[in-house]
């Protein structure tokens, strides 16, 4: 069917609390800006990136190729809270907010950076910083416990995108758009998952991919009319660096077989959102007729940096 792209940019910030020993907040800081690692993108096509939490004392500069932090202090992978929603107001994104904690003196030191990612890995990497942001160092005391909070953000499609398809031999003009962009399911939305980006299997209840008679609808939305799942998902093999995932789906010869034609998809993946397309000129299938359709999502860092809310997300 030709590729499916979209903006889909990936974006993190921390927040970290160190708590006394009577469970008190000694210090809390504000939210600071991360780096997603070239390898933390790959992890995305791969496997579980979402772990664990390493804090370091090193404090040389975040780079995109980094694949560890420099100077390791400890690593926890014990979770107090995780949570996917969605930014209910343009611009859209989905996010997951989850708290790693390091039991107590298990981080104890001077501290200067920290990372999100999985055992030997990193999807991020950052500096602490001051009230002025500057790089700067915290101390965790021997009978201390620290809290990391990671926020990451991925922002959907903000505009339509217009490609072209040759389907049956017909070249056909279609427009991708983000669907259901202000829901935070993980199995319908934009909630992220931290896990690798796949279409789910075909079950009695749930298709990734689906199949409309009728038009797209808004970015908080999805397609119109009769629908078919389709039947059957394939999907192949993660190619290093590509950051994309390419499926395919099949309906049989007794599926979507609509009057005016299929004139619309609708896709979930698993922790890259929601999308819709729409096909012009339909996709008259008919009885005889068994549809395979290849498509491919991508992802990237994201590009709208300076639009990032700078406090929590409302309840």
Not at 12 to 31: A, F, H, K, M, Q
Not at 57 to 63: L, T
Not at 77 to 84: D, F, H, I, M, P
């Amino acid at each position: 069917m030709g590729t499916v792209r979209g903006v889909n940019g990936f974006k993190g910030r921390y927040r970290v609390s160190i708590w006394r020993p009577d469970g008190t907040l000694r210090y809390e800081s504000s939210w600071f800006d991360n780096l997603v690692t070239d390898v933390g993108l790959n992890r995305i096509g791969i496997d579980k990136w979402l772990t664990h939490c390493h804090v370091g004392a090193s404090n040389r500069e975040p780079e995109f190729t980094d694949v560890a932090l420099d100077s390791l202090v400890a690593i926890t992978t014990s979770v107090v809270s995780s949570a996917a929603s969605a930014h209910g107001s343009e611009p859209y994104y989905g996010l997951r907010d989850i708290t790693f904690r390091f039991p107590t003196g298990a981080a104890a030191g001077n501290l200067a950076e920290v990372g999100v990612g999985w055992s030997v890995g990193l999807f991020s990497r950052a500096l602490f910083i001051d009230a002025v942001g500057n790089p700067t160092t915290i101390t965790v005391l021997s009978d201390e416990t620290l809290d990391v909070t990671y926020q990451v953000q991925l922002y959907s499609p903000p505009e339509d995108i217009a490609f072209t398809a040759t389907i049956l031999g017909v070249e056909r003009a279609c427009t991708l758009r983000a669907a259901y962009a202000t829901s935070g399911s993980t199995s319908f939305g934009w909630g992220i998952s931290g896990s690798r980006v796949l279409l789910a299997p075909v079950s009695a209840s749930v298709s990734p991919i689906t199949a409309f008679d009728g038009a797209l609808g808004s970015r908080t939305a999805g397609p119109s009319g009769v629908a078919a799942k389709a039947d059957t998902v394939e999907n192949f093999p993660y190619n290093n660096n590509s950051l994309e995932q390419v499926f395919e789906a099949t309906w049989a010869r007794e599926s979507a077989n609509f009057l005016t034609g299929i004139k619309s998809l609708w896709l979930l993946t698993n922790g890259l959102g929601a999308y819709q397309i729409e096909i012009d000129p339909p996709i008259l299938k008919t009885s005889s007729l068994a549809l395979s359709l290849q498509l491919k999502v991508s992802w990237s860092r994201c590009e709208l940096e300076e639009i990032v809310p700078e406090e929590p997300l409302p309840e």
